[in-house]
């Protein structure tokens, strides 16, 4: 079992906005990534240090963090955003240990 | 192009071992640590090793530990890992990636090599 707990899915209407969440102890200390993975592809980071974007992700994506509780909110979703999203932190115990969320399906209506 | 590419999957028996690789292409391995993450095909992603930049910090998921060995010579700009003992739920996608800091994100992936456990 993953430390780090997500929905399985979630479905959102195009333009719309949807909100992934990842909740776990860990999160109560360290910083929360996310990562979107498409069919067939490497995962790529699209937040990290909770609210920070990578260069060429766009800013319909932004991240918020209030307990054990972390959120990766896709503001106008569209066709492309349809990924699966991992998040990911340090382990609970503080070690140099990974943990990621068993990850959540995204799918665009 | 700036990437990390994988090497080393194929199709091996329950109890083999076999080494991957992952070799980084134009950047400097060195400065970074580096995971090793899988992931069965259609499951999620499980993170597997970390190494630091000097190679002096090791840590290994429990499912692999005793088993499993992450290693790097910097001097090759190459990350590896042994893996001994197989079994078949060690059958999976590898990636190689890089690490950016800030808790342990991941902001560079290889493609991955397949390792698939089977008599």
């Known amino acids: 079992s993953s430390e780090l707990t997500q929905d399985p899915a979630v479905s959102v209407a195009l333009g719309q906005t949807v909100t992934i969440t990842c909740q776990g102890d860990s999160l109560r200390s360290w910083y929360v990534s996310w990562y979107q993975q498409k069919p067939g592809q490497a995962p790529v980071l699209v937040m990290y240090g909770k609210t920070i974007r990578p260069s060429g992700i766009p800013d319909r994506f932004s991240g918020s963090t209030s307990g054990d509780t972390a959120s990766l909110t896709i503001t106008g979703a569209q066709a492309e955003d349809e990924a699966d999203y991992y998040c990911n932190s340090r382990h609970s115990s503080g070690n140099q240990l990974v943990v990621f969320g068993g990850g959540t399906k995204l799918t665009v209506l | 192009e700036v990437q990390l590419v994988e090497s080393g999957g194929g199709l091996v028996q329950p109890g083999g071992s076999l080494r991957l690789s992952c070799e980084a292409s134009r950047f400097t391995l060195s400065t970074y640590w580096m995971h090793w993450v899988r992931q069965v095909p259609g499951k999620g992603l499980v993170w597997v090793s970390l190494i630091s930049s000097d190679g002096r910090i090791i840590t290994h998921a429990d499912s692999v530990k005793g088993r499993f060995t992450i290693s790097r010579d910097n001097a090759k700009n190459t990350l590896y890992l042994q893996m001994n003992s197989l079994r078949a739920e060690d059958t999976a996608l590898y990636y190689c990636?890089?690490?950016?800091?800030?808790?342990?994100?991941?902001?560079?992936w290889g493609q991955g090599t397949m390792v698939t456990v089977s008599s």
């Open positions: 990636a890089r690490d950016y800091g800030y808790d342990y994100a991941i902001d560079m």
